[in-house]
């Protein structure tokens, strides 16, 4: 008895000095590469094994009030989407809609003025970018439209009848075409067989059921505490105020949730779950439809499922926050990295810190 406490002491011990040079690594890549807060988990389907966040919410301000804390919310970006089709997953589960619906079987009255391109797109192809909608993944894009009224949803109505009267994408030479407005079409499918918002569908399938808290939009618009988004103005990393007109409702779908890392990662432990063959919310094997069903990007999840070897990860950004997530289905491991911007720079910092995780508990194969 006496040894295998002295055992399991010096295991702790280990673990400890490890966490603590897992942090200096972690602090000096946010001096080389000028991040302000990071953020990084590290989850079996049972466990947290790691969890640290570093720095500071702002550059310009560094002080006790604006220390990094597990209470901090991080923008998600297009990691969104994996939200987005979990929720797709409850409603298709619950026999609301089914993968293969077809868009236009639920908005028939809109077809005499859509492209005929579309009419056999499936919520499927939306949520796996594969109905050639146009990507709308940058601000030019978004500049060029006309004005959208109401409140979010109807705007989102509006610019899914636009989207769908424009040309498909031409790239027959390409599996997936990646769109962020593909989403708030598949939007609008989910809102309409749910009877709700897609808000308000998410938020009750995030923050009751899963019992996690989410939050739409930067984080610090809904608090001045909360970190704040950074991108370059003049050669300098410079802090972006709540007010800023940066706007991504009409995407929000695609890419518009922020949430803590604490919370984030019990989502991503129930996805680990499900691919390990564990029914929790949805099915197992609807888990495994999300990450793997279709190659090299399926339900919200890019992946790679060849040579024993299956990945399935998702970056997301919208340029001020940066997020990184990865399931590896063989070693039984999940990582997160956040962080409160994304230079390139920012991005260069959070591989080699992925790479350090790996390192340390690619090895694992957890119960």
Not at 127 to 140: D, E, F, V
Not at 281 to 301: A, E, Q, V
Request: positive net charge; charged residues 20%; hydrophobic residues 35%.
């Amino acid at each position: 008895m006496k040894r295998l406490f002295a055992i399991l002491l010096l295991m702790g011990i280990s673990t400890a000095i490890y966490a603590q040079d897992l942090a200096k690594f972690s602090d000096s890549l946010m001096i080389k590469y000028n991040i302000p807060e990071l953020g990084y988990s590290v989850v079996s389907s049972d466990k947290i094994i790691e969890q640290k966040v570093l720095g500071f919410h702002r550059t310009d301000l560094k002080n006790e009030n604006t220390r990094a804390s597990s209470l901090d919310y991080f923008h998600l970006g297009s990691n969104t989407k994996a939200i987005t089709g979990f929720v797709a997953a409850t409603l298709v589960e619950n026999n609301k809609i089914k993968w293969s619906t077809k868009f236009f079987d639920l908005f028939p009255s809109w077809k005499n003025n859509c492209n005929p391109a579309y009419y056999d797109i499936t919520l499927a192809d939306l949520l796996s970018h594969r109905a050639k909608i146009q990507p709308y993944t940058s601000g030019l894009e978004y500049q060029k439209l006309p004005k959208f009224s109401g409140d979010k949803s109807e705007q989102r109505r509006q610019f899914s009848k636009y989207l769908l009267s424009e040309e498909p994408v031409k790239n027959t030479d390409k599996i997936y075409s990646y769109s962020n407005a593909g989403y708030s079409i598949a939007s609008l499918m989910l809102e309409k067989v749910s009877g709700k918002s897609w808000e308000q569908l998410t938020h009750q399938i995030m923050s009751k059921t899963l019992n996690v808290k989410i939050a739409f939009g930067w984080p610090n618009k809904h608090n001045i505490n909360q970190p704040f988004g950074h991108w370059v103005e003049n050669d300098t990393l410079k802090p972006n105020p709540p007010g800023i007109e940066y706007n991504l409702s009409l995407g929000e779908p695609a890419g518009d949730i922020s949430m803590t890392l604490p919370d984030y990662s019990k989502f991503i432990q129930i996805n680990l779950q499900g691919l390990l063959g564990m029914d929790n919310i949805i099915k197992s094997s609807t888990y495994n439809y999300l990450h793997f069903g279709l190659n090299d990007y399926s339900i919200g999840w890019g992946n790679v499922n060849k040579n024993n070897i299956q990945l399935s990860e998702h970056s997301g950004s919208a340029g001020t926050f940066f997020c990184y997530t990865l399931l590896d289905k063989n070693t039984k491991i999940a990582y997160i990295i956040v962080a409160n911007s994304a230079t390139q720079n920012t991005q260069e910092g959070v591989f080699k810190l992925l790479g350090k995780l790996r390192k340390k508990y690619g090895f694992m194969v957890s119960k």
